[in-house]
């Protein structure tokens, strides 16, 4: 069992940055990819970034530029900056661990609850 807690999100300026965090705990053997997705209101979900074990990344095609995803091995903890913010970026911000690289997670994904970002115009 993975239990993943993400902080972070919140109301901000467009122009504005945020940094979301998603500490990983529990039995994390075989996690081999930490990453984020967004969903936005009446949206399907999408990719914003991904990160291996051994640190190669994976953007959303849309991400590119304006993301930047990280981690922390010894807290367990996989970040993402969110630059120049748009109000485009309001979305529920949800943490994944997974085995592999899936597109939309595979079946022995782990997600978290999500940590609500808003941007005002």
């Known amino acids: 069992q993975v239990q993943l807690v993400e902080s972070g999100g919140g109301t901000a300026q467009a122009g504005g940055s945020l940094r979301l965090s998603c500490a990983a705990s529990?039995?994390?053997?075989?996690?081999?990819?930490m990453g984020w997705y967004r969903q936005a209101p009446g949206k399907q979900r999408e990719v914003v970034a991904v990160?291996?074990?051994?640190?190669?990344?994976t953007y959303g095609d849309s991400m590119k530029g304006r993301f930047n995803i990280s981690k922390d091995n010894a807290k367990n903890t996989v970040y993402v900056q969110i630059n120049s913010l748009k109000p485009e970026d309001t979305a529920g911000y949800y943490c994944?661990?997974?085995?592999?690289?899936?597109?939309?997670?595979?079946?022995?994904?782990?997600w978290g609850q999500g940590t609500q970002v808003t941007v005002s115009s």
């Open positions: 994944l661990a997974d085995r592999s690289l899936v597109d939309g997670g595979s079946l022995y994904a782990s």
């Open positions: 529990g039995k994390l053997s075989a996690r081999n990819v």
């Open positions: 990160i291996t074990i051994y640190g190669a990344t």
